[in-house]
């Protein structure tokens, strides 16, 4: 099966939905994000990617800098300076309800969530 030894997903994105999905996708909750879980694995998932761009960018945010001096946590400095006019909307809206905690979006960055999965099992017919 295609997924059966996948047991780490995650994503560097910049639209909170998407990482909403993603952690549905991983039965884990956008609010209640294993943080010390994407600080052990973050360096190396990107360091292994085989998108290019990823393996040299930076780590930003409360999670990997010792003085981060903005409101960022959890981010990928990928050096896209695209309009984050939508994404920050839909961010505000997950913060009024309380359903977020991968931090800021920063100008030239994309947030980073990385989930532990359960490898999916291999279901055999007799």
Do not use: M
């Not at 006019?85 to 969530?113: I, M, N």
């Amino acid at each position: 099966a295609l997924f059966s030894c996948v047991n780490i997903v995650g994503l560097v994105l910049s639209h909170p939905a998407a990482c909403n999905a993603l952690a549905k996708y991983a039965s884990a909750n956008i609010k209640d994000v294993e943080l010390d879980f994407i600080r052990q694995h973050a360096k190396g998932i990107l360091a292994s990617s085989p998108i290019s761009y990823l393996k040299p960018a930076q780590l930003r945010g409360s999670l990997f800098q010792d003085s981060c001096d903005s409101d960022a946590i959890s981010s990928v400095f990928t050096k896209f300076y695209v309009d984050h006019t939508e994404p920050l909307a839909v961010l505000e809206q997950y913060k009024k309800k309380g359903q977020w905690c991968l931090g800021e979006l920063l100008d030239g960055h994309e947030f980073l969530a990385v989930f532990p999965i359960a490898p999916v099992s291999l279901v055999h017919h007799d």
